[in-house]
């Protein structure tokens, strides 16, 4: 008989901590903890205000996986749940119409007009199949960076400047480090909230619309109203995101709302590892923090290059992404040993006719 | 009314060039049933690549690229058969390879969609950076070929240029037409777009009739992009970006998969958004301006979706 | 959130009582264009029967099961359960008031477990909203709890207990078809429609079906079945009844449905004995 390896030991005993109801805390808390602790060990401002930026686009990672990872619905026009947002609160917060409201109303105002605007557009688009409903969502990302490129409203190509910063009533962030605090919290709170949903009634039956629409219409599963509340929610996150980058950035134009941006968000959701908030915050920080070191470089010119090669490496070797969602002791029949973890892999094409 | 014979002929004119990029993404699409958002790519690699030629045979000169010399006429028609030739092989090569380098393992493995449509995408930023990468992120001068002249009828002026991209893709519909209703290989692309296993187990090569799609369509694809480049006088490493999302939309339009929807989707986007664009100013009272042009396209793609989305030439079933 | 795996309660589920007509289908037709895939075809299911839909291929058995739980509308005629007439309803509606069904090609949720397959039948049964859920109020925790109890419960009765966390992808077709019906048990139903349970298995396999469907039939359950297996139906039913090319040629019990020669034709054709084929 085989002694388990190093590697299983440690398997089992995460295993066995993530099993106690105290014990499954442990990890995020020291995870979190490390995170925190972050700014105190790397003070360069440059460093942070690349976390930062990593951070307000792992939100919208995490708000996309609710609709792709979950449900299943590819949506090729995220970027303007972001510009939604991040145009409220330069138009709302800022000299340029000389209104000034409280950050944090915009903020959650956002986030919901973000969620109107995808549950809108979620209502004529359900009926159609995958490819067309991205086609779609591909037509209103467009259509809203084109709006804001032309529109007085939102200053044109030339976008609006001196944005109000991030505020709890009289105190105002000025640090980027305010901004990181805030933001990890943010992150923290909404992977708690979809961590809930995901193993609650409505996560099950989204994934169940994903892994067969109609048979768990058959089961009982409202599929449409479902699946608008899943474009809802997954839109929040984007709208309060773009408040956040606007404060941050101060000035927005209609540059940081192309179709480029929402595939990178696609992106950070696949290859990150869907339906897993974990490694859906992983693939987010990890692809904004990685072009890092390469800016500048002969490699900057290349990064889109790059990505794409990445998109297309990840699609043929690995299409579940670094971190799916686990199933842990599972025993996969035929051969596989008992204790052997599996992942789930994407659902495959076809799919039966009734 | 003259405007609106000019607009007219725009719209045609770009119709044309809308069609033969639809062409690609219904062929394959109907084929392989799954979107190849790198079609785009192939299109602007048409004429990048063969300019690329042109400049290294030393054949053109100055910022704008224009011919070296002033070639005789036949002299000229050959650099134009050159062009299109050169442009169409490059992007039939890239074609193939894309297909089996990325598609065929996907198809292989029974993929879903959303991760075809994502490699596809992967493949299409990737092309696009390698362009700018090789051929220079500014925009190029594209020799016109012919000189260009104007004629005016009935107060509507339009160039000989146009004349030749609507006698060219007329041409070319007919051999396509031919070629898939009267040939055997032709035949034997229709069988597998109705029923790709079926006709597998019907002794149909469908690895065949695929690289034949992928040769075809890119093909095609090229070749509306040279012609846009002389129409336009430039390439640009993302002229396929927008122009590929249209044809797409006009291929939907049509009824995707079906080659004669593709055509008549493509004139259509053509018309509606030369029309829209030229007549938004004045309905809206210099409100929206032509700026909005391309929002057209998405415009009819929602409303098509919401009333037929199978397409005007489309089978039910599809939604 | 209703506590019974199957609706037993001895007497058939509450509301009615065993022998009450719990389904009628009344000159149901089913028109795909020209093709009349059913037509005109009327029958009433009784509480806490076998009831078997028979017929040679193509005979309009599975359009049958679309029709009646709302997959397609009717194209003409009524489907009234429980006295309530479903025309219109959509098919989680249908569900939802105690009709649940299997489908003849296995249809799993085939990237989740076994259990999470199970309690996807639990969520028209559950009633916690959003906020309960983001809030972790105690009416989400334990309504989930109970689902998982209760999940875990009819996996067993159906055999799968062992297999709670295995990725239904991976299980042979036998224990998918067992899934499949617990699940659809996960949906509380009054009436439980299985489209050829037995399809694919081998002899023991189908003993073990035929032997659940017995059991679900004593708790109260009534038991909608189309089935190809002779000796399963036959076995099994309480009543039949035979289509082909979309109507009813006959109805009653086992027995005589066998000797039914206008059945013997359907399924296989005028014998050698018989006249000859004129027409």
Request: net charge positive.
């Amino acid at each position: 008989m085989k002694t388990p390896g190093i590697r299983a030991k440690l398997q089992q005993g995460i295993d066995r901590l993530n099993a106690h109801p105290v014990g499954r805390y442990v990890i995020p808390a020291v995870a979190v903890l490390i995170a925190a602790l972050v700014p105190t060990f790397i003070q360069s401002n440059y460093w942070i205000r690349v976390l930062d930026s990593a951070l307000i686009y792992t939100m919208m990672a995490l708000g996309l996986n609710v609709m792709l990872g979950y449900t299943g619905l590819l949506n090729l026009g995220y970027a303007a749940y972001f510009a939604i947002g991040a145009y409220m609160w330069a138009i709302l917060g800022s000299p340029q119409y000389d209104i000034h409201w409280n950050f944090w109303v915009v903020f959650f105002l956002a986030g919901l007009a973000a969620g109107v605007a995808a549950y809108l557009l979620a209502i004529p688009g359900l009926g159609l199949k995958g490819d067309y409903l991205a086609l779609v969502t591909i037509g209103f990302g467009e259509s809203i960076r084109i709006l804001a490129n032309n529109m007085s409203l939102t200053n044109s190509a030339m976008g609006i400047t001196q944005i109000d910063p991030m505020s709890f009533g009289p105190l105002k962030a000025n640090t980027v480090q305010d901004y990181y605090y805030v933001l990890l919290a943010i992150i923290v709170i909404m992977m708690i909230v979809f961590k809930r949903m995901e193993n609650s009634r409505i996560g099950n039956a989204w994934m169940a619309i994903r892994e067969d629409e109609m048979a768990a219409e058959s089961m009982g599963v409202d599929t449409r109203n479902l699946k608008l509340l899943s474009c809802f929610i997954a839109a929040i996150p984007a709208g309060m995101a773009g408040v956040m980058f606007a404060a941050t950035q101060t000035y927005v134009s209609p540059v940081s709302f192309t179709f480029n941006e929402s595939i990178m968000i696609v992106a950070m959701v696949i290859v990150g590892g869907r339906a897993n908030v974990f490694g859906v915050v992983l693939g987010g920080m990890l692809l904004m923090v990685l072009p890092e070191p390469l800016r500048g470089s002969f490699f900057d010119s290349a990064r889109i290059l790059i990505y794409g090669l990445l998109l297309v490496l990840m699609m043929i070797f690995r299409p579940q992404g670094f971190w799916p969602r686990q199933y842990r002791g599972v025993k996969k029949l035929n051969g596989k040993k008992v204790g052997e973890t599996i992942e789930a892999e994407p659902a495959a094409a076809g799919g039966v006719q009734s | 009314m003259d405007i609106f014979f000019q607009q007219v002929i725009n719209g045609i004119t770009v119709g044309c060039l809308y069609a033969l990029v639809a062409l690609g993404y219904s062929m394959v699409y109907g084929v392989l049933k799954m979107v190849n958002f790198a079609h785009g790519e192939l299109f602007m690699l048409g004429p990048m690549f063969s300019l690329f030629v042109l400049q290294a045979m030393g054949l053109v000169t100055g910022r704008l690229n224009s011919i070296t010399g002033n070639p005789s006429t036949p002299l000229l028609v050959g650099l134009m058969a050159l062009c299109f030739l050169v442009g169409s092989a490059f992007a039939a090569l890239i074609g193939l390879a894309m297909e089996r380098v990325v598609y065929r393992p996907l198809r292989n493995r029974n993929a879903a969609m959303e991760i075809s449509m994502i490699a596809a995408m992967g493949v299409s930023l990737f092309l696009q950076n390698a362009a700018m990468l090789v051929f220079g992120r500014l925009q190029k001068g594209y020799p016109t070929m012919i000189e260009t002249k104007f004629y005016t009828v009935g107060g509507a002026s339009f160039s000989n240029i146009q004349v030749f991209i609507l006698i060219f893709v007329a041409i070319l519909l007919i051999g396509l037409s031919y070629l898939v209703n009267k040939t055997y290989m032709g035949r034997n692309f229709r069988a597998v777009a109705l029923d790709r296993c079926a006709s597998g187990l019907m002794g149909v090569n469908v690895n065949a009739v695929v690289a034949f799609v992928f040769i075809l369509g890119p093909a095609i694809g090229a070749a509306s992009g040279v012609l846009y480049a002389m129409q336009y006088s430039q390439v640009y490493y993302l002229m396929g970006a927008v122009v590929g999302m249209k044809g797409w939309i006009a291929a939907i339009i049509g009824g995707i998969g079906n080659v004669k929807g593709a055509v008549v989707g493509g004139f259509l986007l053509g018309l509606f958004e030369v029309l829209g664009g030229g007549y938004l100013p004045l309905l809206t009272g210099g409100n929206l301006g032509a700026e909005y042009r391309n929002i057209f396209a998405f415009v009819m793609l929602i409303v098509v979706l919401l009333v037929r989305p199978q397409g005007l030439f489309g089978k039910r079933g599809i939604a | 959130m209703q506590t019974n795996g199957n609706g037993s309660n001895g007497n058939g589920n509450g509301n009615g009582k065993r022998g009450d007509v719990i389904l009628e289908v009344q000159n149901v037709s089913r028109f795909f264009g020209a093709l009349k895939a059913i037509n005109g075809v009327s029958f009433e299911v009784k509480r806490g029967q076998v009831f078997s839909i028979i017929g040679p291929n193509g005979a309009g058995k599975t359009t049958m099961f679309n029709v009646v739980t709302g997959i397609y509308p009717a194209s003409g005629g009524d489907v009234i359960f429980e006295g309530r007439n479903l025309k219109g309803l959509p098919a989680h509606k249908v569900t939802e008031l105690g009709m649940a069904r299997t489908y003849q090609i296995v249809r799993l949720f085939d990237n989740m477990s076994v259990l999470e397959n199970t309690m996807v039948g639990f969520y028209c049964r559950i009633k916690a909203g959003v906020w309960d859920i983001i809030l972790n109020l105690p009416r989400a925790k334990n309504e989930r709890k109970l689902a998982r109890e209760k999940s875990i419960e009819l996996l067993e009765r159906v055999g799968l207990g062992d297999y709670k966390d295995v990725l239904a992808s991976s299980l042979p077709l036998g224990l998918r078809k067992r899934l499949q019906v617990a699940r659809a048990l996960a949906t509380n139903p009054k009436i439980l429609l299985l489209d050829e349970p037995t399809g694919g298995m081998n002899p023991s396999e189908k003993a073990d079906m035929m032997y659940l469907i017995d059991r679900l039939r004593n708790d109260g359950l009534t038991v909608l079945l189309v089935e190809h297996d002779m000796g399963v139906i036959m076995g099994i039913s309480d009543w039949i009844v035979v289509l082909d090319y979309g109507e009813k040629i006959a109805e009653g019990k086992p027995a005589e449905i066998q000797a039914n020669p206008r059945v013997i034709e359907a399924y296989l054709g005028r014998g050698l004995e018989n006249e000859p084929v004129t027409d």
